[in-house]
């Protein structure tokens, strides 16, 4: 079992900056891969960016140039850095895991809130 705590969310004015974190516990070395997803209301959820334990990374066009995911392994932590943010990011941000050999997400966060004003 993973557990996933997201911290990090708030309301930041156009144009600003937050990093959201993810702090993974449990059977971590059962994770191929770490992403950050954002729902909005009346919006479908989607995946923002996603990193493997290799290090490879992915991002939504919609981010891409804006948001940076990283990992520290030593931490057991993801993070999701997030500039230049404009209004249509607003949404609740999940941080979810996959293990190897699975085809989804297996674990979910609780979800951080982040709302960006114009």
């Known amino acids: 079992q993973v557990q996933l705590v997201e911290s990090g969310g708030g309301l930041v004015q156009a144009g600003g900056s937050l990093r959201l974190s993810c702090a993974a516990s449990g059977s971590i070395g059962s994770i191929s891969a770490m992403g950050w997803h954002r729902q909005a209301p009346g919006k479908q959820r989607e995946l923002v960016a996603r990193v493997t334990t290799g290090g490879a990374t992915k991002y939504a066009d919609s981010v891409k140039g804006r948001f940076t995911i990283s990992g520290d392994h030593a931490k057991n932590t993801v993070y999701l850095q997030m500039n230049s943010l404009k209004p249509e990011d607003t949404g609740v941000y999940h941080c979810?895991?996959?293990?190897?050999?699975?085809?989804?997400?297996?674990?979910w966060g609780q979800g951080t809130q982040v709302t960006v004003s114009s």
């Open positions: 979810a895991a996959q293990r190897y050999g699975s085809g989804l997400y297996d674990y």
